[in-house]
């Protein structure tokens, strides 16, 4: 098993920063990619950024240019860099990773999420 802890979430004002952190512990064997996620009330769980064992990242466009996700693989931890925060970005983060394990089978695993709220 894998467990995924993030923190770094809370309330900061709008044009305001955050940075959230994901620490994967456990039978961690190859993890392929982290990647965070986030889920508004209401609204369907998105993918916001990810990246992949090499220095590869993703973003989602309404992230790009304020977000910057890093990654360690030596300690299995992801960074989300938060800036000039939007109300709109409020929601529940949710750190992901993607593990291959040792029968090559490819797994899926998320922490329980941290909330990020921001205000006018």
């Known amino acids: 098993q894998v467990q995924l802890v993030e923190s770094g979430g809370g309330l900061v004002q709008a044009g305001g920063s955050l940075r959230l952190s994901c620490a994967a512990s456990?039978?961690?064997?190859?993890?392929?990619?982290m990647a965070w996620y986030r889920q508004a009330p209401g609204k369907q769980r998105e993918l916001v950024a990810t990246?992949?064992?090499?220095?590869?990242?993703n973003y989602a466009e309404s992230v790009k240019g304020r977000f910057l996700i890093t990654r360690d693989s030596a300690k299995n931890t992801v960074w989300l860099q938060m800036n000039s925060l939007k109300p709109e970005d409020t929601a529940v983060y949710y750190c992901?990773?993607?593990?291959?394990?040792?029968?090559?089978?490819?797994?899926?695993?998320w922490g329980q999420g941290t909330q990020v709220t921001v205000s006018s």
């Open positions: 992901n990773a993607k593990v291959l394990h040792p029968d090559a089978t490819l797994y899926t695993y």
């Open positions: 990246i992949s064992s090499g220095v590869s990242a």
């Open positions: 456990g039978s961690t064997y190859s993890i392929n990619a």
